[in-house]
């Protein structure tokens, strides 16, 4: 069951740039869960394609206007660091049902008063929030059933929310724009790959013949990973399903669209990258 939930920590330290966002948080989450449960920090670590996406750390930021809300979520100046004992918030999403089960628990019985590690700065988890104790629009979890039988037959454009930087890789380089095909083409592989309900074997070939690019209102982004930063692109942008398709077509497309929130667009999604959703 893909799950959503929120994890609230104070950093003893100030944190830099390099360590808010990128591998350096995803290997601290990585190490916080091998000291809960290490067979299952090591399925993930090891899977082929990630069952978890990461949100960069979000809080409030040492200068400037420090924070902007969108959607629910605040969006950090990237040229700031996070000063010591400021509030933050780490938003975690997992696709695969056991192991999404499995880390709510651990981490709703073990996590609080715990210290998340980033890149050597520990942070003090001070709450650990789920879906059924919590209003927040990114605190969630909804089944694939679910998903697949509460989108809507007849809605033919989506409108999708890129909150954090998001690229593609294509044809071994980076693509900093929101391609359609490649959008879409991401959401049904993960689909296939942790759900057990089946989508039209010819789904492809709709998303690569009739799902077009109406509007769309973005902007330049660079994330950092390692040392290193990746080129992307925040903003909203507008999906149409186009041409006449059956109802099963119709619902898939939104099913997809709404499974964007859990699994996040393009590469680097456990890193902090990608965060998605449709509005």
């Known amino acids: 069951m893909p799950t959503s939930f929120v994890i609230y920590c104070q950093p003893e330290i100030d944190v830099s740039k390099r360590a808010y966002m990128g591998k350096g948080l995803y290997d601290g989450f990585i190490d916080l869960l091998a000291q809960l449960d290490s067979q299952m920090a090591q399925r993930i670590s090891r899977s082929k394609t990630s ?3 990461l949100s960069p750390l979000f809080g409030r ?3 400037g206007v420090a924070t902007e809300e969108r959607h629910g979520m605040e969006k950090l100046i990237r040229e700031s660091s996070i ?8 938003r975690v999403s997992f696709l695969d049902d056991s192991v999404g089960e499995r880390a709510e628990r651990i981490l709703g019985e073990s996590g609080e008063g715990m210290s998340l590690s980033i890149g050597g700065t520990p942070l003090r988890i001070t709450d650990t929030v789920f879906s059924h104790e919590s209003a927040d629009p990114w605190v969630s979890r909804r089944g694939y ?4 039988e509460d989108a809507s037959p007849s809605m033919r454009k989506a409108t999708l929310q890129f909150v954090t930087a998001t690229a593609f890789k294509r044809h071994g380089e980076n693509l900093p724009l929101p391609d359609p095909q490649l959008v879409f083409r991401g959401y049904l592989d993960y689909w296939r790959w942790f759900s057990f309900i089946p989508l039209s074997s010819d789904f492809m070939q709709v998303i690569d013949q009739s799902i077009l690019l109406k509007e769309f209102n973005i902007s330049p982004i660079a994330h950092e990973i390692d040392d290193r930063k990746q080129h992307g692109f925040t903003g909203w942008c507008r ?3 186009a041409g006449r398709h059956h109802e099963k077509h119709i619902r898939e497309f939104n099913a997809l669209a709404d499974y964007s929130f859990y699994c996040s667009t393009g590469r680097n999604t456990s890193m902090g990258m990608g965060v998605t959703k449709r509005v």
């Not at 059933?145 to 697949?148: F, K, M, S, V």
């Open 51 to 53: 069952p978890l996406t």
């Open 61 to 63: 930021v040492t200068r």
């Open 83 to 90: 000063r010591a004992g400021t509030p933050c918030r780490l």
């Open 145 to 148: 059933r679910e998903l697949y």
């Open 239 to 241: 999906f149409l399903l």
